[in-house]
């Protein structure tokens, strides 16, 4: 298979007694591509936890049986890196002091935006993950990038990107074959605090676009390299975008 780093889906445990939250919070984290495992007190967690090994858990701090620093402190026992987004209903400052004293990487206040956790999640991960041993180039069919030095090229011509069209293309070639959303897109490549409008996704997918599905762009004439180059760049409607080669 020719894809770019294709790596396994990220394993997300949630932890909420309030089954409402739980479905909420599971299913935008499975449509956002998560993998995710749900436990509605601390013991079914930990339970859980044991043979799921979640990348990271999304903890609620009010829980029946025990509270999510307790859970914390017992899932750290096991796997001392774990990270752990708390969620609590209180914006009590001695709860997120407590939180961030037991280990905790993060916290959002109820009621939250489901983009926010999803969000909040990516920014935890990108600070928690190791270091990369990877190769320098990234490939997907005739597309490669070189990251050690900035270039692009499609079937051998070379492209030209301003950042902001590189960290996209980036993006979407680490994700190849998967279907990335708008919100996803806007996490990492104009992270978090964006504060602007989701069509800017849109705008520069059509930049991208042009530049590498166009053999003008690409300054390809012959009508045998014509011919050959498929589309890499799919819109999937409602959902996102995705890069691959036409089915």
Known sequence: MDMASKKPE?????????????????????????DVATAENGAEALKVERTFLADIVVLDIMLPDMDGFEVLTHLREQEPELPVLFLTAKDDVQDRVRGLEVGGDDYVTK????????????????????ESASSDVLRYHDLEMDESSYEVRRAGHAV??????????????????????????????????????????????????????????????DPDEVAALEPLIHTKRGIGYVLRRAK
Do not use: C, M
């Not at 009621?111 to 190791?130: C, K, N, W, Y």
């Not at 990107?161 to 919100?183: F, Q």
């Not at 996490?187 to 705008?203: C, L």
């Open 111 to 130: 009621p939250f935006s489901l983009e926010e956790v999803v969000a909040r999640i990516h920014a935890i991960l990108r600070r928690t993950a190791p």
């Open 160 to 221: 030209d990107l301003s950042p902001t069209e590189y960290k996209l293309l980036r993006y979407l070639l680490i994700n190849a074959e998967r279907v990335v959303s708008k919100i996803q897109i806007l996490d990492h490549v104009w992270d978090y605090n964006w504060v602007g409008e989701a069509s800017i996704v849109e705008s520069y997918i059509s930049y991208l676009r042009r530049k590498i599905d166009s053999p003008e762009a690409l300054g390809i004439t």
């Open 10 to 34: 990220t394993k997300v445990l949630v932890v909420d007694d309030e089954p409402t939250i739980r479905e909420l919070l599971s299913a935008s984290l499975r449509f956002a591509g998560f």
